[in-house]
């Protein structure tokens, strides 16, 4: 088993700035890879920005040069910061820890940017 806890949303202007903080806890050892998903109102859940356990990082069209997913292995936690934000940014995001057999989520963090 794996736990999930996010934090670090809330409400921002465009253009603004926030940093979501996942921490990783139970069967860590068997976490493959570690991503953030995100829910916009009336959508699906899509995929925001994922890394590996080597480092390797891929981020969706719509964020990349915005957004940075890094991980901190000593404190097991993964971080998502996300600058120049935009109204289309708001959503609930999900932390998301994959291992071979399961896929873990956390319970969500909103994320409202205003225009």
């Known amino acids: 088993q794996v736990q999930l806890v996010e934090s670090g949303g809330g409400l921002v202007q465009a253009g603004g700035s926030l940093r979501l903080s996942c921490a990783t806890s139970?069967?860590?050892?068997?976490?493959?890879?570690m991503g953030w998903y995100r829910q916009p109102p009336g959508k699906q859940r899509e995929l925001v920005a994922t890394?590996?356990?080597?480092?390797?990082?891929n981020y969706a069209d719509s964020v990349k040069g915005r957004f940075t997913i890094s991980r901190d292995n000593a404190k097991n936690t993964v971080y998502l910061q996300m600058n120049s934000l935009k109204p289309e940014d708001t959503a609930v995001y999900y932390c998301?820890?994959?291992?071979?057999?399961?896929?873990?989520w956390g319970q969500g963090t909103q994320v409202t940017v205003s225009s």
């Open positions: 998301n820890a994959k291992t071979i057999r399961y896929y873990y």
């Open positions: 890394i590996t356990n080597g480092g390797t990082t």
């Open positions: 139970g069967s860590i050892f068997s976490i493959n890879v």
